[in-house]
Structure formats: C-alpha cells, structure tokens
C-alpha cells in the first residue's frame, strides 16, 4: 500500500479534469466498476487522475478522505505510453474548443440583445414611415395632381393666339 500511496502523491490525481463547466459524471453501465470497500469499513469513492502521467486514470480513494484510512488503489489497469502522451493533448484541444464554445456562446447572446434592442427601435420608425406613407399619398392629391391637370390640360390644348381660336387635339373650331 505504500508503493501505492507514493504513486498518488507524485501524480498528484485531481478530482475533476481542467476544464470549464458542468461536472460530468459517468452514468452507471455494466462498464462501472464495483467499488472496494476500505480499511474503515467505508465505501470508496471513485476519482479520475488528470495528471500527465495517468490521464483519465480511474482511483478508488476512501471516502473521509484524510480524516478516513488514507486507502486509495486504481481501478483501471495502467495506460500503455502512447495513451499517456496522446490524451493530455487531446485533453488541451477539447478545453480549447469548450473556451471557444463559451466565447461563440456569449457573443451570441451579445448579438441577441442587440437584435431585441434594435426591434425595439423599430417599431417607432414603422409607424413614422406608415404616417409619411399617409402624408404622401394626401400630397399627391392635393398638390401634385391638380399641377398634373393643369400640365395634361395644357399640352392637350392651345390657344392659337393668331385668330384666337382654340385647337384641341388638332381640331380646329370656331366659336
């Protein structure tokens, strides 16, 4: 047991790995190993080691912790060379792209507010624009539509000033 206990304290095993967020908690499946019990009569406690040297390399530790009989042993078996010198980078790249999720998920909620904020002023403009849309239309009637009669009333009929006759459409009368 002692060989054990120094093993633990040069790989220094961390309860949880160095990650931001929720916990995750393995769910209980056949793969769920049965947990010894302790010196004290105490059930252990499962722990995972985020260590370089045992990256998610499952412990059974007791359950008091340093106030229990300081038992601890791994459950799983030891990880070959490559595992231990792949997972750790592994391990960086998903922390990584958690902090980036964190930082895409905060600028969207950022983006969101804008968006409410900017319907807020919206609305106001809708309706403004709906009253100039109003006020244009009654301009149209009664300013540049008598304008336009006169114009058409005026390119559809000349006053001939020579015999004082009056040409409509190239028809010639007299009055």
């Known amino acids: 047991m002692e060989e054990a206990q120094l ?28 947990l010894p019990t302790c010196v004290c009569g105490m059930k252990t406690v499962m722990i995972t080691s985020w260590t370089a040297q045992n990256p998610g390399r499952r412990f059974a530790k007791c359950a008091l912790g340093e106030d229990g009989c300081g038992y601890w042993g791994w459950i799983d078996d030891e990880m070959c060379a490559r595992s231990t010198m792949i997972i750790p980078g592994l391990l960086r790249k998903i922390n ?19 968006a409410v ?3 807020g002023k919206m609305k106001p403009l809708q309706t403004e624009i709906a009253k ?3 006020a ?3 301009l149209i009637r009664c300013a ?9 009333a005026m390119l559809v009929m000349r006053i001939d000033n020579s ?5 409509i459409c190239g028809i010639v009368e007299n009055p």
Do not use: D, H
């Open 7 to 34: 093993g633990l304290e040069e790989a220094g095993p961390r309860s949880t790995p160095p990650r931001a967020g929720p916990a995750r908690s393995m769910p209980p499946t056949s793969l769920t190993p049965i």
């Open 96 to 114: 990584g792209m958690e902090e980036k999720m964190v930082e895409f998920e905060k600028a969207a909620r950022k983006w969101e507010a804008k």
């Open 117 to 119: 904020k900017l319907e």
């Open 132 to 134: 100039y849309k109003s």
């Open 136 to 138: 244009n239309k009654q």
């Open 144 to 152: 540049v539509l008598p304008w336009l009669i006169v114009v058409l």
């Open 163 to 167: 015999g004082g006759m009056l040409q």
